[in-house]
Nanobody, 122 residues
Framework: QLQAFGGGLVQAGGSLRLSCAASGLTFSTYAMGWFRQAPGKEREFVAGINWSGLRTLYIDAVKGRFTISRDNAKYTVYLQMNSLKPEDTAVYYC?????????????????WGQGTLVTVSS
């Protein structure tokens, strides 16, 4: 199971930190990532991190603003979101899959968490 926390309402330019706690999987062997779905849009990959934490991927829209990290000892993955924009408003989901490159492309990762809503006001 994956449980995401940390969403909320923030003004443009502000910051939020999302957390996702994992259980029931061998966390340290899985690539982990964050997806988001804005109203009326398809769910999209946002950021991912490989099993060791040494490799990360980001979509262009969040590069330089978002940072993904993980703590394998705590079975937790984080998404630090800075300089938030109204277009970042979405439900954010964490996900896990074997292989970072596959995680970034798949619509059906092995593990999905429940979403957490991020609303950025202008």
């Amino acid at each position: 199971q994956l449980q995401a926390f940390g969403g909320g309402l923030v003004q443009a330019g502000g910051s939020l930190r999302l957390s996702c706690a994992a259980s029931g999987l061998t966390f340290s062997t899985y690539a982990m990532g964050w997806f988001r779905q804005a109203p009326g849009k398809e769910r999209e990959f946002v950021a991912g991190i490989n099993w060791s934490g040494l490799r990360t991927l980001y979509i262009d829209a969040v590069k330089g603003r978002f940072t993904i990290s993980r703590d394998n000892a705590k079975y937790t993955v984080y998404l630090q979101m800075n300089s938030l924009k109204p277009e970042d408003t979405a439900v954010y989901y964490c996900a896990g899959h074997l292989g970072l490159d596959i995680l970034a492309r798949t619509r059906t990762p092995s593990y999905w968490g429940q979403g957490t809503l991020v609303t950025v006001s202008s």
